[in-house]
């Protein structure tokens, strides 16, 4: 139940646009309540919303879900939620922090898989989920993670999500 390690992101920093350019990207000042919940986050507080969600194996005896299947699902359903591909820059010079459309989205940073130890049971599962909402999310990128869990007794797999 290990997590890949932490990415450490440097300071936050205006995007930069590449000469000739014509992409326009979005961006939205943060509500007075926003910015607070953010300085907070960066004083290592964690103030990210959890749920865990277990399935069980369809009756049809089709494919397992993998990540590749879920990261695909995923992607699907981006457009229909335009924050989860922002990030928060600061503004120069006043340093208000802003939304913007994030340059460099990845979805594997933000759709994961692990495992727990085979046949896993729900002790282990509450373990992991804690190990995963127990870390904080990198501010430089979109504020969500997806953890595809497999390993769970009775083909069983879960869905980790953490979101600020």
Known sequence: ???????????????SWEKGSVETSYYERLSAQDSSFVRFDAGRGLLTIGAVAVFEPQATGS?????????????SRLHLLPRYRQCLYETPFQGHPIWVDDQRFDLTHH??????SAPGDDEQLK???G??????????????ELW???GLADRRYAVIAKIH
């Open 111 to 116: 759709v994961r898989s692990c495992a727990v």
């Open 1 to 15: 139940m290990e997590l890949p390690p932490k990415t450490e992101s440097g300071p936050v920093a205006w995007p």
């Open 63 to 75: 494919d397992a879900l993998d990540i590749e299947r879920f990261r695909n699902h995923v992607a």
């Open 148 to 150: 595809l869990v497999e």
């Open 131 to 144: 190990m995963i909402a127990s870390r904080p999310l990198d501010l430089a990128r979109p504020l969500w």
């Open 127 to 129: 373990a992991l989920a």
